[in-house]
C-alpha cells in the first residue's frame, strides 16, 4: 500500500482550521438565533400597529412607509453585504409582518416568472396572493371589482416607450390610482435547450424582442421571432419544442429548466421598466415623491403650451409626459404626465387648480414615493 507522505505540521494545521471553522459556525448559529428571535419581536410590534391601523380604518399596505424602512436601512448598513440584498431582506420581513395584519391579493400579467411578476415580487414580497391573469386590461379589472387589492402593470421602458394598454385602462377606469411604483432594470437572456446554430424559432413577448432586436438579428439571424403573451410563456414553448429559443429572465431559466446560452442580451445597458402598482387607496406624503394625471385640453394651436406652462410657473418638475389618441371620431389626445411633488405640497395644489380651469378634463392618478431603480 502506498502511503501519502505528508509535510511536516499539516495535520497540525488541518486540526487549527477545523477548530477554528467549528468556533465560526457556532458563532453564526448563535447569531441566527439572536436574529430570529428580533425578527419574530419586529413581527409582534408590526401586529401590534396593524391592530391600531384596522381600527382607525387604516390600510395594511403603507408604500410610504415601507420606503422609509428600506431608506433607513440602507443608509445605516456599513457592509459588507451590499444594498440590494439589504433591501431583498427588509422587504420579505416587511411582507411577512404586513401578512399576519392581512394577506392581500396582488394581480399580475402571468404566468409566473414574467417581468410583471417580478416587479410584483420586488414591491410586495413573497408573502401575498399573487392572481395571474391573462392581459394589462385584466388587472385593472380584478381591481375594480374588488377581487384584488392592487395589480403591478407596467407603465413605460427607456427603450421602447409607452406601454399603450396600461394608458388605455386608465382612460377607461381612470378612478384607480397609481400608489407605488416599481423601477426595475430588466436583463434579457437568451434561454434554449439546444445550441446557437441549432435555434430556428425564438419567442418572446414583443418589447422583449424590440429590446434585443440589434443582438438578435446579429447572433441567431437564421431563426424567425415569434411574439407570445409574455416572457415566461416564451420559456415554457422553448422548453417543448425541438430548435426553439425565449428572450426571458434568468428565473425563467431555473424555472423550465432551461441552459442560458446567453446573458445581458438587451441592446441598451440601461434597459429599463417602470411599473406602476394600482390601487383605491391614497399615499400618503413623504416629502419625495411623485404626481401622476392625465388631461384633456382643446384641440386648438397654443392649449398644450399653456397647459406645461403651469407646471413652470410653480417651478414643478416634469418627469414623464405622453399623449395617447382618444378612441372618439374627432381627432382628440389625453395626455399624460408626471411630476416631483404630492397632491398635498401647495405648489401641486396650486398647479392643478389652475390647469383645471384650462383643461377639458383632468383626472389625479394619485401620489405615489419615487422609487429607485432595482435590479
Known amino acids: 500500500m502506498t502511503r501519502t507522505k505528508l509535510e511536516p505540521g499539516t495535520n497540525a494545521v488541518s486540526s487549527r482550521v477545523a477548530a477554528t471553522l467549528r468556533s465560526l459556525r457556532t458563532q453564526i448559529d448563535r447569531l441566527d438565533l439572536q436574529i430570529l428571535k428580533l425578527v419574530n419581536e419586529r413581527a409582534s410590534v408590526a401586529a401590534e400597529i396593524g391592530k391600531y391601523k384596522n381600527e382607525a380604518g387604516g390600510e395594511v399596505f403603507s408604500p410610504a412607509r415601507e420606503e422609509e424602512v428600506l431608506q433607513n436601512v440602507v443608509e ?14 427588509f422587504r420579505e420581513i416587511m411582507s411577512g409582518s404586513r401578512a399576519l395584519q392581512k394577506v392581500i391579493k396582488v394581480a399580475y400579467l402571468g404566468p409566473e416568472y414574467s417581468f410583471s411578476h417580478l416587479a ?32 403591478v402593470v407596467p407603465l413605460e421602458n427607456s427603450t421602447d416607450g409607452r406601454v399603450a394598454d396600461t394608458l388605455d385602462m386608465f382612460i377607461r377606469l381612470p378612478q384607480l390610482k397609481i400608489s407605488a411604483e416599481v423601477r426595475l432594470r430588466i436583463h434579457h437572456n437568451l434561454l434554449a435547450n439546444c445550441d446557437q446554430q441549432e435555434i430556428r424559432r425564438v419567442y418572446s413577448k414583443p418589447q422583449a424582442l424590440s429590446q434585443c432586436r440589434n443582438w438578435l438579428s446579429k447572433n ?13 410563456t416564451a420559456a415554457e414553448l422553448a422548453q417543448r419544442e425541438p430548435g426553439a429559443a425565449a428572450v426571458a429572465s434568468n428565473q425563467a431559466a431555473v424555472r423550465f429548466g432551461l441552459r442560458v446560452l446567453f446573458s445581458d442580451i438587451e441592446d441598451s445597458p440601461y434597459n429599463e421598466t417602470r411599473f406602476a402598482v394600482i390601487g383605491t387607496q391614497e399615499c400618503p406624503r413623504t416629502g419625495h415623491d411623485k404626481t401622476a394625471i392625465m388631461f384633456k385640453i382643446a384641440h386648438e394651436p397654443g392649449s398644450l403650451v399653456a397647459a406645461l406652462n403651469v407646471f413652470k410657473q410653480n417651478k414643478l418638475n416634469l418627469t414623464w409626459i405622453e399623449s395617447f389618441p382618444v378612441k372618439s371620431p374627432k381627432a382628440e389626445y389625453v395626455f399624460f404626465v408626471d411630476f416631483e411633488g404630492h397632491i398635498e405640497d401647495l405648489r401641486v395644489k396650486r398647479a392643478l387648480a389652475t390647469l383645471k380651469d384650462q383643461c377639458d378634463q383632468l383626472s389625479i392618478l394619485g401620489s405615489f414615493p419615487i422609487a429607485q431603480v432595482s435590479g
Open 120 to 151: 410584483a415580487v420586488e414591491r410586495f414580497g413573497q408573502a401575498v396572493e399573487f392572481m395571474r391573469v391573462g392581459s394589462i386590461a385584466a388587472v385593472f379589472e380584478e381591481v375594480n371589482r374588488s377581487h384584488a387589492d392592487f395589480g
Open 76 to 89: 445605516a448598513t456599513k457592509g459588507p453585504l451590499d444594498e440590494g440584498t439589504i433591501k431583498a431582506i
Open 220 to 232: 441567431v439571424p437564421h431563426a424567425s421571432l415569434h411574439e407570445v403573451a409574455s416572457t415566461a
